[in-house]
C-alpha cells in the first residue's frame, strides 16, 4: 500500500487553538461516515503542537496534514471565527487547508519510501571499514 500523501501548513498559535476548540478525536455514529469530520491523529497532532509552542515559545509551526484532515478542518472550522483578540483567522485557516489539500491532489511534493534500517552486519562492516581507513590516516 502507497503511504498516504501529505501537505504541511504552519498555522499561528491563535489558529492552533481555534482548531483545538473544533478538531475533535471522535464522534457519534463516526463510522456511518465516508469521512467523518473528527481524528484523532489530527487532534493529537493540534495538542502536541500547542504543547511545543508553549514549551519554546513559538508563536506558529506546521502540521502535517493529510487529505482527510483538510476536509475535517474545512467541515469544522467557521469562515467568520475569531481569535480572542477579535482577529478573524477562520478563513486564514481554510485557506491553509485548502493550500494543503491542493498540494496533496495535485501531487507536487513527490513521495519517497522510507529507506530500509541497515542490518546489524552492515553496521559493522561500515564500522570496519571505517576503522581500517582511520588507521591509514584517511578519510
Given at each position: ?34 469521512a467523518p ?43 467568520a471565527a ?58
Amino acid at each position: 500500500m502507497a503511504p498516504e500523501r501529505t501537505a504541511a501548513a504552519v498555522f499561528t498559535l491563535d489558529e492552533l487553538w481555534l482548531l483545538q476548540s473544533v478538531v475533535r478525536h471522535e464522534m457519534a455514529q463516526q463510522e456511518q461516515w465516508a469521512a467523518p469530520p473528527a481524528s484523532l491523529d489530527l487532534n493529537d497532532q493540534v495538542a502536541e503542537a500547542l504543547v511545543r509552542c508553549e514549551d519554546t515559545g513559538l508563536k506558529e509551526t506546521a502540521l502535517i496534514l493529510t487529505r482527510h484532515d483538510c476536509l475535517i478542518i474545512d467541515y469544522t472550522t467557521p469562515q467568520a471565527a475569531k481569535a480572542v483578540d477579535g482577529k478573524a483567522i477562520g478563513k486564514s485557516i481554510l485557506m491553509k487547508s485548502f493550500r494543503a489539500r491542493q498540494e496533496i491532489d495535485s501531487g507536487l511534493m513527490e513521495l519517497a519510501n522510507e529507506p530500509e534500517a541497515p542490518t546489524h552486519e552492515q553496521i559493522s562492516e561500515k564500522m570496519s571499514e571505517w576503522e581500517g581507513r582511520q588507521k591509514k590516516g584517511g578519510r
